[in-house]
Nanobody, 128 residues
């Protein structure tokens, strides 16, 4: 079982930055692909970014490409999402997720069903 705890959300003005963190329990964190998703009020949860278990390949939704950066520190069992140039449309609850298939490298990193473990979410609000 993996537990994920997000932190770092908050209120920021448009154009500002935030860094989200997601700390995982367990000793197998380094073998999991990790993802970030978000859900705005009245909308479905959507893919934001993912990072391969090796820390190599990273993936981004078109809406955040060039503004957000995902990274991981396996020694700290933590994945990060650096968010720059924030826009009001980035306002959402941000969720961290882990793909429980160790050392798996698939093509569906952008789908909710690829992830077995989810955090409780952290609110990000961007004011205009």
């Amino acid at each position: 079982q993996v537990q994920l705890v997000e932190s770092g959300g908050g209120l920021v003005q448009a154009g500002g930055s935030l860094r989200l963190s997601c700390r995982a329990s367990g000793r197998t964190f380094s073998s999991y692909t990790m993802g970030w998703f978000r859900q705005a009020p009245g909308k479905e949860r959507e893919f934001v970014s993912a990072i391969d278990w090796s820390g190599g390949p990273t993936y981004y939704a078109d809406s955040v490409k060039g503004r957000f950066t995902i990274s991981r520190d396996n020694a700290k069992n933590t994945v990060y999402l650096q968010m720059n140039s924030l826009k009001p449309e980035d306002t959402a609850v941000y969720y961290c997720a882990a793909d429980g298939r160790s050392y798996y490298r698939g093509s569906y990193y952008y789908t909710l069903s690829s992830y077995d473990y989810w955090g409780q979410g952290t609110q990000v609000t961007v004011s205009s």
